[in-house]
């Protein structure tokens, strides 16, 4: 049973950093890919970060250079640092799994990141 929880999610002024954090459960790390989107109010579902299996890392344009994806399977966490945080950053922030083979995903049920003055 696969589940996703994220955390750390709140009010920032612009300029500002974030840490959120993915809680994930009955996953083995090194099946999965792992990542975050996130969707903006009247806007569609973005892919913003990836981390795979083995580590590596992809980055969106959009926040490649102030967002970090990390992953700890000690701790069964997936984490995003983002930094010099803009106002188009606000959105609610999704973490995401998907197995290696076949596919499956799962998805938390997010948390909000408002960036604002």
């Known amino acids: 049973q696969v589940q996703l929880m994220e955390s750390g999610g709140g009010l920032v002024q612009p300029g500002e950093s974030l840490r959120l954090s993915c809680a994930v459960t009955?996953?083995?790390?090194?099946?999965?890919?792992m990542g975050w989107y996130r969707q903006a109010p009247g806007k569609q579902r973005e892919w913003i970060a990836r981390?795979?299996?083995?580590?590596?890392?992809f980055y969106a344009d959009s926040v490649k250079g102030r967002f970090t994806i990390s992953k700890d399977s000690a701790n069964g966490t997936m984490d995003l640092q983002l930094n010099s945080l803009k106002p188009e950053d606000t959105a609610v922030y999704y973490c995401?799994?998907?197995?290696?083979?076949?596919?499956?995903?799962?998805w938390g049920k997010g948390t909000l990141v408002t960036v604002s003055s």
């Open positions: 995401h799994t998907q197995h290696r083979i076949g596919g499956v995903e799962h």
């Open positions: 009955g996953v083995a790390f090194d099946t999965y890919d």
């Open positions: 981390i795979w299996y083995n580590g590596m890392t």
